[in-house]
């Protein structure tokens, strides 16, 4: 399986990251864990041909972990050349896709955008996006990836995502509270091969935060989603340091890829 983490902002957009997106590639099949913009452009980038991403999963509905989904709905639904294209998006409760689709496409009626204007009229009558809502527990089992959501309490629907595919463990923990009071301790049971931890809401270099941190049951750890103000370079030294004898540590930044 590899990572790559197309977006490592935290809220906002920063000069060198963007916001919430990370690209998970397991054989010839491609994923998104959250969809911050411009995932368009990114996807492009990387060379992910869009016949080959299979699904995406938002952990929460704040605006950071999606709003590149506005973009991507609008032109997957209303250019010819994505004919074929079929994409389902996992959201949360409180995810707003219809009324995204309402703000995209006007009435609300399936096809009607695909008229006029720039849009190429297409013979294709069906929707190559479709959504589904999830909650705790299994969301996903597509026989290559099985992924199961953990509530926090970030948000009204924010959740940690544990992914496990080809053998690997991997816990996206999204968005926690500033304590990590809400942190997913269930999802280690068994060891994670990593753990991908947001830096955008705790200061992973205090002690108590540190704490929590040492004696949790993973291979690796790498911080994402971070906010310079809280894991800059200097805090992430003190972290990493701190956390040394217990895992290794690394900080994302836009681009950065492995292979586990």
Do not use: C, W
């Not at 990387?46 to 016949?51: A, E, I, L, P």
């Not at 705790?202 to 310079?228: C, D, G, Q």
């Amino acid at each position: 399986m590899k990572i790559t983490f197309l977006g490592t902002s935290h809220g906002i957009t920063e000069p060198d990251r963007f916001t919430s997106s990370t690209l998970l590639t397991v054989g010839d099949k491609n994923y998104l864990i959250d969809a911050g913009a411009p995932i368009m452009k990114l996807l492009q980038v990387y060379g992910v041909k869009f016949n080959t991403l299979s699904d995406i999963f938002i952990t929460h509905s704040h605006a950071d972990h999606y709003l590149g989904l506005v973009e991507f709905v609008n032109q997957m639904e209303s250019f010819k050349q994505f004919e074929g294209v079929s994409v389902k998006i996992h959201g949360p409760e409180l995810f707003p896709y219809d009324e995204m689709r309402a703000f995209l496409f006007g009435d609300g009626s399936l096809m009607s955008h695909k008229l006029g204007g720039n849009r190429h009229e297409t013979n294709d009558t069906s929707s190559r996006i479709s959504f589904e809502r999830y909650a705790e527990g299994e969301i996903f089992n597509d026989g290559t990836l099985k992924i199961t959501a953990y509530k926090t309490r970030h948000f009204a629907d924010s959740h940690s995502l544990l992914i496990e595919a080809e053998g690997k463990r991997i816990l996206f923990t999204g968005d926690l509270r500033h304590d990590l009071l809400d942190f997913p301790y269930a999802a280690l049971d068994t060891a994670a091969d990593l753990i991908v931890m947001e830096g955008a809401h705790a200061k992973l270099s205090t002690e108590p935060i540190l704490n929590i941190l040492k004696p949790l049951n993973t291979k690796r750890m790498i911080v994402n989603h971070i906010y310079p103000g809280f894991n800059g370079d200097e805090q992430m030294k003190v972290t990493i340091s701190a956390l040394t004898e217990s895992y290794p540590v690394t900080a994302a930044y836009d681009g950065y890829s492995i292979e586990i």
